[in-house]
């Protein structure tokens, strides 16, 4: 199987002819074009993962000044022909050509909600959804109509699909009835764009905010259109064969993204990943992380051990 192949496999649960993985981390915000992809493909080939994942790093053009309701009315939001959105796309582009067709591409965006929080800063969002929610869910929507645009421009750049950020669940945020009328919509707006695009896909990472303990509510996801669907298990105590039960989607995840994957050594990460495999199986399964691999001195080996451990697990 070529790791494309592999990756698809999972997704249709169907037998694979090794259990496939991935694991991602931040770059500098202020990389050029060409040093975000030579730091996509360096972790590429030197880990033999099975996916690429596109890190949204640079901020969306979003302007505005929130002083009063009436402002959510008037934010704007730049479009796919700004310098902003052709960055990316060009590095979608470099990394297809270096990387080639046999592996996935997955641009990681960040839902409209959690795009304002980062413009306007999430203690004034918060104040206006509790204060003024129909001028926020105003505002929100300008977001998201220029996303779906941007969406829909990564995915024609080359983009296999959208590894998409769903926040906004956090335990202790919102109820499930104000989640549903502020979040849900612009959030399945966004999905709903490579589910309607043939051979395009969705990867749901359900990610949870440090200020809420990184703590959500993944069964309100749980109707998401997702292809394969990650979280954080030792965050929400949801283990993945909870999961599986709980999601129709295939899933991507099962290791501590601070734990033996960033500290070693690599014994306990082989380790890890048999003992994941042991109690899930090998399929409908990719191994990763529960969020993106945080913490200092992030070392390629212990990824590649934690990846190799999960292609050679018999």
């Known amino acids: 199987m070529t790791k494309a192949e592999r990756v698809l496999a999972v997704m249709k649960k169907e037998p694979v002819d090794c259990v496939p993985a991935g694991f991602w981390f931040h770059y500098k915000p202020d990389y050029s074009v060409q040093q975000m992809i030579d730091a996509h493909m360096k972790l590429y080939r030197e880990t033999d993962m099975d996916i690429i994942k596109i890190m949204q790093d640079y901020p969306y053009p979003i302007s505005g000044n929130i002083t009063c309701a ?3 009315y008037h934010i704007q939001v730049k479009g796919t022909d700004s310098e902003e959105f052709q960055k990316m796309a060009e590095i979608i582009r470099g990394i297809r050509k270096e990387a080639g067709e046999d592996v996935l ?3 990681t965006m960040f839902g409209p909600f959690k ?3 980062m413009t306007f800063g999430d203690d004034v969002l918060m104040k206006y959804c509790k204060e003024a929610p129909d001028a926020v869910t105003a505002g929100v929507q300008i977001i998201a ?7 829909k421009g990564y995915l024609e750049a080359g983009a296999d699909g ?9 335990v202790g945020r919102f109820t499930k009835e104000e989640w549903k009328k502020l979040v849900c919509p612009s959030d399945l707006q966004i999905l ?20 809420y303990e990184f703590k959500t509510h993944p069964d309100w996801f ?38 033996n994957v960033l500290t070693g050594p690599e014994e306990a990460i082989e380790a ?16 990763g992380a529960d969020c993106t691999i945080q913490g200092k001195d992030i070392r390629l080996e212990y990824i590649r051990t934690a990846v190799c451990a999960a292609h050679n697990y018999k």
């Open 162 to 170: 959208i590894y998409y950020s769903a926040q906004f669940g956090e």
């Open 192 to 211: 709903h764009v490579a589910e309607r695009m043939e051979g395009k896909y969705n990867i749901l990472h359900i990610c949870g905010e440090p200020e």
């Open 222 to 259: 749980a109707e998401y259109p997702a292809d394969l669907i990650n979280w954080s298990v030792k965050d929400n105590h949801l283990s993945l064969e909870e999961g599986r039960e709980m999601f129709s989607s295939a899933i991507l995840g099962g290791m501590n993204n601070k734990g």
């Open 272 to 287: 890890e990943v048999k003992e994941i495999l042991d109690t899930f199986g090998t399929v409908g399964i990719m191994i």
């Open 115 to 117: 795009a304002a929080s």
């Open 105 to 107: 591409i997955f641009q």
């Open 70 to 72: 009436e402002d959510w």
């Open 145 to 151: 109509d220029a996303l779906e645009q941007w969406t």
